[in-house]
């Protein structure tokens, strides 16, 4: 079974900190998303990284897949309020199957 | 733009009662998933349907059916609910397999 471990689980940060969120598994995967889910609504896609070692940046967030295609992680420069929620990772696995991430869930305070 | 929607957004259920989750989406989108969210343990996915015409068990089947009813459409039919089925449900579609997934807002299903 591929599992896709997440950590932290929960993070609570002042507002103008830096932080980074990992994704790891044993399992190699083809490509990788990154997700943000608010209260009460579906996740949505923020990135998506395909090559070993890629790095790709949306704004203050900076994305990067390991080179071996096992891992990732986020990393959020001065982080706002606006950034809280919950951040899934999600490995695909092939046969039209995504793996989703256990979660971080993310708190940034005023 | 609608993207996808569910129906409905919240439902109580007793065990051992039947119900259908309704799913569309108006992206003309080939590929359709159910999936279920619980603490701890993100997003599992129930079925998928990689086109229309056909539907494959995902990592966590047993309990439910699906049915896609066209390309728009894909439903989740709990036949008779367990409180272990105590959820909220996400359907999602995508235009093929490896490609983002649009998700809907979910359905918050109690089983009591």
Known sequence: TQLL???PQFLSIQEGENLTVYCNSSSVFSSLQWYRQE????????VT???GGEVKKLKRLTFQFGDARKDSSLHITAAQPGDTGLYLCAGFSGTYKYIFGTGTRLKVLA | NAGVTQTPKFQVLKTGQSMTL????????NSMYWYRQ??????RLIYYSASEGTTDKGEVPNGYNVSRLNKREFS???ESAA???????FCASSE????????????RLSIL
Not at chain 1, 39 to 46: D, H, I, R, S
Not at chain 2, 22 to 29: R, T, V, Y
Not at chain 2, 96 to 107: I, L, M, N, P, R
């Open chain 1, 5 to 7: 471990e997440q950590s």
């Open chain 1, 39 to 46: 209260p009460g609504e579906g996740p949505v896609l923020l």
């Open chain 1, 49 to 51: 990284v395909v090559t």
């Open chain 2, 22 to 29: 309704q799913c569309a989406q108006d992206m003309n989108h």
């Open chain 2, 38 to 43: 619980d603490p701890g343990m993100g997003l």
């Open chain 2, 76 to 78: 989740l039919r709990l």
């Open chain 2, 83 to 89: 409180p272990s089925q105590t959820s909220v449900y």
């Open chain 2, 96 to 107: 093929v397999g490896e490609s983002a997934q649009h998700f809907g807002d979910g359905t």
